[in-house]
Every structure is written in structure tokens, then in C-alpha cells.
T-cell receptor
Framework: QQQVKQSPQSLIVQKGGISIINCAYE??????FPWYQQFPGKGPALLIA?????SEKKEGRFTISFNKSAKQFSLHIMDSQPGDSATYFC?????????????FGQGTTLQVKP | KAGVTQTPRYLIKTRGQQVTLSCSPI?????VSWYQQTPGQGLQFLFE???????NKGNFPGRFSGRQFSNSRSEMNVSTLELGDSALYLC???????????FGPGTRLTVT
């Protein structure tokens, strides 16, 4: 029940295309869903996050869509650029429980071809 | 503000030895969490400290321990190292309850 399942494992997109990464969770107590971007040799960087009381959040080219009833959320990268090539992790936590513990998905390696 | 810093960045140890890793959080942040990242298991939560108290603990053996000091800096210790402990150890800090977590660059530990 603590798992977060992420798909696909890898993704190849042409420059200018839309990249879509999906995550599913089981624990309905989760109330915070961030996405992290990680480049080789670096730590994960917080990209965008959403709470379950909204269905969509957009920041620049990055959008999170959230479906509470299906217990799924996804990251959409519009106008994908070669500089977006990185590994993306979704995560979930129970912040109302006064904990910062993040449960991560397995990661998606994105390659954006020029 | 300066980001999360971790020292050392790289470390090579021998099986059976112990190691201590250090993390300095973002100024003003009182919560520090530690994660282990491996190709096979991904990112796994080790433990979280807030105001010098362990607030949460992941599913790791007792060989993994940590502590937090009054200035919020944190250390984690791994005793009796095993080959499987080779990983990137990441520290993340947040402002406390409900705050976003910001990661450091990690310490790459290799156990031979």
C-alpha cells in the first residue's frame, strides 16, 4: 500500500513533442505529490507538486494532472527540449501526518531527440 | 540561499568498515531526510530528523543510523559495510511540517 508505480520506464520523444509520464498510488492517505528531475551526477530537483484538492497544476511547460478517484497522477512536458533529457521521479507523501517521508516511483528516463 | 551540501561527495570503503556522511541543510530548514539511491531499488527513504529528533524511519537494518545536531546539520552512519551498501546517499532538507524537500548532490559510496 506504500508503493508508487511509475510508467513508462523509459521514453523517447522528438523535440517539440509532448512527454507524458504516469504514476499510480494505493494509499489514500497520501496528500502531496511532487515530481523531481534528476540529471546524471546530481541530486533530484523539485520540479512541480500538487495536492489532491486540485485536478491540474501548470508551471511553464510542465503540468501535473491528478485523478483522485483513479489514484493516478501524471506529468506532461509540453514542447519537450533536448535539455529536458533526464530521469523523472514521481513521489507521494502523507504531510498531514507530520512527516516528510517521500515514497518514490521507480523513475522514467526521458530522451528528447533534436 | 545556499543549497543543501553533502560531504564527502565520493567515498570508497572496504567491507566491514564503517562510514559517516554529513549533510548541511538550507539555512533555516529544520527537517533533514536521508535517502538511498541504487539502480535496482531506486530511491528509498532511510530516516527523517526534525529538531534533533528522529521523526520517521524507513525499512533499513540497524546498521544504518543517523543524528541531527542543534544547528540542524545531520550525519548518517553505516556500520559493518556490505557490498550492497554501495549507493548514492542523498540528503534532503525542508522547512519543517509540510515543506517541500530540496535535495543535495549526494555522496557516492562504493564498498569494495
Amino acid at each position: 500500500q506504500q508503493q508508487v508505480k511509475q510508467s513508462p520506464q523509459s521514453l523517447i520523444v522528438q523535440k517539440g513533442g509532448i512527454s507524458i509520464i504516469n504514476c499510480a498510488y494505493e494509499n489514500t492517505a497520501f496528500d502531496y505529490f511532487p515530481w523531481y528531475q534528476q540529471f546524471p551526477g546530481k541530486g533530484p530537483a523539485l520540479l512541480i507538486a500538487i495536492r489532491p484538492d486540485v485536478s491540474e497544476k501548470k508551471e511553464g511547460r510542465f503540468t501535473i494532472s491528478f485523478n483522485k478517484s483513479a489514484k493516478q497522477f501524471s506529468l506532461h512536458i509540453m514542447d519537450s527540449q533536448p535539455g529536458d533529457s533526464a530521469t523523472y521521479f514521481c513521489a507521494a507523501s502523507y504531510r498531514s501526518g507530520n512527516t516528510g517521508k517521500l515514497i518514490f516511483g521507480q523513475g522514467t528516463t526521458l530522451q528528447v531527440k533534436p | 540561499k545556499a543549497g543543501v551540501t553533502q560531504t564527502p561527495r565520493y567515498l570508497i570503503k572496504t567491507r566491514g568498515q564503517q562510514v559517516t556522511l554529513s549533510c548541511s541543510p538550507i539555512s533555516g530548514h529544520r527537517s533533514v531526510s536521508w535517502y538511498q539511491q541504487t539502480p535496482g531499488q531506486g530511491l528509498q527513504f532511510l530516516f527523517e530528523y526534525f529538531s534533533e529528533t528522529q521523526r520517521n524511519k524507513g525499512n533499513f537494518p540497524g546498521r544504518f543510523s543517523g543524528r541531527q545536531f542543534s544547528n540542524s546539520r545531520s550525519e548518517m552512519n553505516v556500520s559493518t559495510l556490505e557490498l550492497g551498501d554501495s549507493a548514492l546517499y542523498l540528503c534532503a532538507s525542508s522547512g519543517g511540517q509540510g515543506g517541500e524537500q530540496y535535495f543535495g548532490p549526494g555522496t557516492r559510496l562504493t564498498v569494495t
